[in-house]
Nanobody, 125 residues
Framework: QVQLVESGGGSVQSGGSLRLSCAAS????????MGWFRQAPGKEREGVAY???????RYGDSVKGRFTISRDNAKSILSLQMNSLKAEDTAMYYC???????????????????WGQGTQVTVSS
């Protein structure tokens, strides 16, 4: 049974930093995409960043240069380092994953199969 468990959310002032982690278990696929998504009240779920099994990354335009995604395949842990946080980064953040037979991943929420329960990030201005 696949399970994704996020941690590390919290409240921080504008300009501060947070680090999110996602522990993955139950995966049998050799390659899979992993990503971070976020959803603010009244808004659609937004792709923040993804990373492939081979370490290729891509970021949403709103977080480029401020957020860094990484993964430890041996420990099955996905991380998101968030720096220079802004009030508009406030949202519920979700870890997601999907097995893949290609090296291609996306920032589209609908392309991901497995989801964590989410962790809240609140940035005060």
């Amino acid at each position: 049974q696949v399970q994704l468990v996020e941690s590390g959310g919290g409240s921080v002032q504008s300009g501060g930093s947070l680090r999110l982690s996602c522990a993955a278990s139950g995966y049998t696929a050799s390659t899979y995409c992993m990503g971070w998504f976020r959803q603010a009240p009244g808004k659609e779920r937004e792709g923040v960043a993804y990373i492939t099994t081979y370490g290729t990354t891509r970021y949403g335009d709103s977080v480029k240069g401020r957020f860094t995604i990484s993964r430890d395949n041996a420990k099955s842990i996905l991380s998101l380092q968030m720096n220079s946080l802004k009030a508009e980064d406030t949202a519920m953040y979700y870890c997601a994953a999907v097995p893949t037979r290609t090296k291609l991943c996306t920032l589209r929420a609908g392309d991901y199969r497995d989801w964590g329960q989410g962790t809240q990030v609140t940035v005060s201005s």
